[in-house]
């Protein structure tokens, strides 16, 4: 159940408890009419001032609790003017509206004069200047309740009291949620709104920028086809200006590889520059160094033949082996 729900359920509930208050109320009061023949004698403002003051001082009074109104009240308040004059009745847990009613109720059914109400909740009564002791049946009139019947009473009209209290918070907190209620669904409604004419805006705006962002993107892609034809183009017409340089490019190329080939190793041609030593062919290498030796003896006499090292002859001797060799 929603909140709602539960309030009205609650106010009919309490609803229906009133009326069934109400019909037992009707139930319990007595059947015979109440109503009764008061006279109240004519006080002048001397006596009145008089017993009012006497009614003040005295301390003798009646207590009316939650009962009310009954037989044993009626009793006590007679008893009471058997030996005073004025007396006092208290009420207690009542309204000052009741207590004015009470007092009513009182007179009437005592045959006395109220002079006045005390505080709220103080009833001063007088019991008139021709009294006389009335007999039972009107010192304990039958048109009153009994105690157990008073007990009753009390609690019915407590409970319907409670509830008459309680029906009207119940209205006022079921306006309230109403309320709240439509100015929520009135906020909600709104927002809702706000929502749609923000995603409507968005989708205008997202829609603008794509299309924007279209018309930049085709814009580049037709720049940038526009730029790979020109350099195309440029390309193209540097390759037709430039064939004498790349020729050239591949005639140095190719000078650099005959170049290459054609060096040969330098050891041989330092031995083909070396003189031949010697004139006689040596097949013996043995032979051949031993006349090195012999020959290097002689270096004294040959005045006019270059000086060389033993490691020097060597090598020229192996020169000439090797051109002998390779002939």
Known sequence: MTTEEKLLYKLLKARKKEERLCEALKKIEPAESSEATHDPEILTPEEHFFFLKMGLKCKNYVPVGRRGIYQGVILNMHLHWKKHQTLQVVVKTFSPEEVKEIAKELARLTGGIVLDIHEDNTIIMYRGKNYAQPPTEIM????????????????????????????????????????????????????????????????????????????????????NIEFRDEDETGVDSDLDSDPENLSDIFETDSDTDTLVKDEKPLYLDEFDNFPDQSDEETDDFEEHL??????????????????FDEVDKIFLQAATLLKKRRK
Do not use: C, W
């Open 140 to 223: 304990s009139p039958r048109i009153t309740l009994s105690r157990k019947k008073a007990l009753d009473k009390s609690k019915y009209r407590d409970g319907l009291r409670a509830v008459r209290r309680y029906i009207p918070r119940l209205e006022q907190e079921l306006e309230i949620l109403r309320a709240k209620l439509r100015s929520t669904t009135e906020s909600s409604t709104d927002a809702i709104e706000e929502v749609h004419r923000g995603d409507r805006e968005r989708i205008q705006v997202s829609n603008f920028f794509q299309q924007e962002n279209s018309d930049k993107l085709d814009q580049m892609i037709n720049d």
């Open 290 to 307: 031993r006349q090195l030796s012999s020959d290097s003896k002689n270096t004294d006499k040959d005045a006019g033949s270059p000086k």
